[in-house]
């Protein structure tokens, strides 16, 4: 089975008003598995975008390539298969969102009934039956950034690639789009979205993917990486402290410590510890890494 | 999609107003009795047509492109499995589409104001139609090219230069070509080729002139050819700039 998305060593360049050339993307390289739901984090300016237009085929990459499916980016077979919400999504102000649909619905090929009950059905999905007949100059961002999502998921692509696909939306809507994107990643839909809401990356995401500065910083497994960020406290009384802490211990008074251990082996050494040096173990508490920390610690190394 | 817009940006409906006030005015001049002025009342009805249809088709042409870009709608759209030269061919259909309501628009209102006068249409007047319209493609496939190769405003502005004074550069360079040494005749020759031959296009003080014959229906064919190929390679230029250009 041809892979959704393979790019290899992917550069991009820019030339800005002033005439200087800006390296977008340096050697990006990444491939996404069928049926993955693949989170594209990088700080502002990271070439997060320029990445997503170019497997777009919006932009010819200076060296290197993006395939979909095996097919060239940008290429009308390729194009065939994906739904792509862009990062501003602005729609012709002089249509209707039924208008709107329809005419891309068109445009992937469909027809008829189809397209009649297809773009009906979006709407409904999406929340906007009731402003499908007003013109979208007369939107709010929020009902665009539905628009985008409808006509993205017209057509039912097999990949679906968004660009900061929550913004503009309020928390009902962004509820509502993880459920939307969670019945498309259920029926084996590939999805590959940059975001900068990292709750929502968490929610739906496989795997994540982080660059900076144009460059490939690390990929991990979400299940793996909530594994490694989480963190374990122990409160304990003990004249001995335990080795492998994640930090110094802090003295709570009393004799009372707290130590935090990075993995569940550190802690599990950490009692025995207590216990043969003849101490207490008062309080043992899981705590949730946050993936914004890991993040933000993430950035901070590879700046 | 294009003619959608049109109307309902109210670009046509412009159109519509300026007819109805070239019937107003050919009312007026009804009222003060100047029936027996027919080879005025046409001249006059063919030049504001001829007029008009331009700047419509310059406006329209010169539009489709850059909107789509400033306003960002070219990212949905061109996700869609179409080319790039797909859309430019939509985007100049679309534009010689809107042209040609526009022109038959303002051809309708200019003939029920010239009716008023008891002018009789004739053969010639419907070639001076079929003319007029084959030179509105090549004003949009011109307009559309430059707007893929400068700003909006100057593509607008080159395009409505070119279009009302190609007549006149064209008898410059014919002047320059005659009192200048053999390198600049050449290049007075290729410039001369080059530039949009909308003067070909109208037969408007042909069609005028009370008791003129009809042209050949070969000079008809002859235009167009040369508005396929004129237009023709417009649109390559324009997809040579398009097809790799970032958005």
Sequence with gaps: MQLPIAV??????????????VDAVQ???FAVQPGEVVGFLGPNGAGKSSTLKAMMGFLEPRQGKCDIFGLPSGSVEAKRRIGYLPEVALYYPFLT?????????????????????????????????????????????GLLQRLGIAQALLGSPELLILDEVTSGLDPLGRRELRALLNERKSRGCTLFFSSHELAEVEMLCDRILVIHNGKFVEERNLGALREQIGRYALTFISRDFPK?????PTDLGNGQFLARFANKKHLLEAISSVHGSGGQVLDVIAEEGSIEDYFIDTIERAA | MVVLESIRR????????????????AGMLGIFGFQGLELFAKDLGFSVLSMFSTVVAVLTSTRVMPEELKQRTLYPLLARPISRFDLLVGKLLGSILVSWIGFLLLAAMTGIALLWFGVKFDL?????????MLGLVIVCSVGLTLSLCMTHAAGC????????????????LILACASSSDGFRLLFKVLNGVLPAYGLFDLGG?????????????????????????SSSMLALAWIRFRRLAI
């Excluded at chain 1, 492998?244 to 110094?248: E, H």
């Excluded at chain 2, 010639?124 to 007029?132: F, G, I, N, P, R």
């Excluded at chain 2, 069609?207 to 190929?229: D, E, F, K, R, T």
């Design chain 1, 244 to 248: 492998n802490t994640a930090q110094p």
């Design chain 2, 10 to 25: 109210k670009d046509l409906w412009v159109v519509a107003i300026l007819g109805f006030l070239v019937i107003a005015s």
């Design chain 2, 157 to 172: 502005t080159v395009s409505v230069r070119v279009a009302f004074a190609s007549g006149l550069i064209s008898r410059a």
């Design chain 1, 27 to 29: 050697g990006l390289s």
């Design chain 2, 206 to 230: 042909r069609a005028a002139y009370l008791h003129w014959s009809p042209v050949a229906p070969w000079v008809i064919l002859a235009l167009a050819a040369y508005m396929l190929i004129y």
């Design chain 1, 8 to 21: 290899e060593d992917l550069h991009v360049q820019y030339r800005q008003k002033n005439g200087k050339i």
């Design chain 1, 97 to 141: 969102p039924l208008e709107t649909l329809h005419f891309y619905g068109e445009l992937q090929g469909m027809s008829g009934r189809t397209l009649r009950d297809e773009t009906r059905s979006m709407l409904a999905q999406v929340g906007l039956e009731e402003s499908s007949g007003k013109l979208n100059r007369n939107l709010s961002k």
């Design chain 2, 124 to 132: 010639l007047t419907v070639q001076y139609l079929v003319a007029k």
